[in-house]
């Protein structure tokens, strides 16, 4: 009798000491995602503050350009709204990529096909400067090790036997920050009747 009692107490210590430390990698793994995510919202801040002093720059009144404007001020104001919901700013992010790649690629047009844009200098300026190249560059690296991050937890919280503790414990796979295929295979619409 006392070697079953003892037998039981065994077993139940192991999976007290499995439990715990289930947990505490789940815990940690979370908290690594949520420090990365982090990280990824200042280089996308960095970005909108240099693409907001750029647009602040500019004084157009060319009807493709404020389009263009328009749709990146309307993505960022729909990412600020997502605070906190990351999936909806993964989103957001997404849109926005979509209206700048827009804006920054109208700058490749032939001056004859597209006479009326005006800020070309600007735009060139922006492409070739620190601002875009070195933001962009920022926030493709922030999003790998953004991404690695969210595998390593999506792993722990789905292969078992870590997938029956995270679900006890109430763990989600969280999202991939990954760019829209639309967008990343063609250039987007930024204005009626204007295609790239």
Do not use: C, H
């Not at 749709?71 to 990351?86: E, H, M, V």
């Amino acid at each position: 009798m006392n070697k079953i009692i003892l037998g039981i107490l065994g077993v139940v210590v192991v999976l007290g000491v499995f439990g715990v430390s289930a947990n505490n990698k789940l815990v940690r793994l979370n908290n690594e995602v949520e420090g990365q995510w982090a990280q990824v919202n200042t280089v996308l801040q960095r970005r909108f503050d240099s693409i907001d002093q750029a647009v602040g720059a500019l004084k157009v009144s060319n009807k493709q350009e404020l389009e263009a404007i328009k749709l990146i001020t309307d993505a960022r104001k729909i990412y600020t709204a997502a605070s906190g919901d990351r999936d909806a700013q993964v989103a957001a992010v997404n849109n926005y990529n979509g209206a700048l790649n827009g804006l920054l690629l109208s700058r490749g047009i032939n001056g004859e096909a597209y006479a009326n844009l005006k800020t070309p200098e600007l735009i060139g300026g922006l492409m070739g400067g620190t601002n875009i190249e070195g933001n962009e560059n920022r926030i493709a690296v922030e999003r790998q090790r953004y991404n690695e991050k969210v595998k390593e937890f999506n792993n722990s919280i789905q292969v078992f036997p870590g997938s029956i503790f995270a679900s006890f414990l109430g763990y989600k796979t969280k999202a991939y920050f990954e760019l829209v295929d639309a967008a990343a295979t063609k250039a987007p619409q930024i204005a009626p009747n204007l295609n790239f």
